[in-house]
């Protein structure tokens, strides 16, 4: 291993914190794909979809999803933001 990444691998040893939020941040991410595979699933189950019931509990549920996914972006962002701080 180069210098650099050795150096980074004793940092992560040293701080536990940063350890912990990089685990959070690698959790988040994986989280944030499930997400988003499911919110491209319940769009294709939208498009075929005729029962205007059916169709409009569908939305509300990609609403949903969306919205909830956008707030995990974003706190993803910040936790990245303050990793480089």
């Avoid at 994986?30 to 498009?47: G, T």
């Amino acid at each position: 291993m180069k210098l650099g990444k050795l150096t980074r691998k004793l940092e992560d040893f040293l701080d536990a914190d940063a350890r912990e939020r990089k685990e959070h941040r690698d959790e988040m991410k994986v989280l944030l794909r499930k997400m988003k595979d499911k919110e491209k699933s319940l769009l294709a189950k939208a498009l075929v979809e005729f029962d205007e019931k059916k169709l409009d509990a569908l939305r509300k549920q990609i609403d949903m999803v969306h919205a909830q996914r956008k707030k995990g972006i974003n706190a993803l962002k910040e936790l990245t933001k303050k990793r480089k701080q």
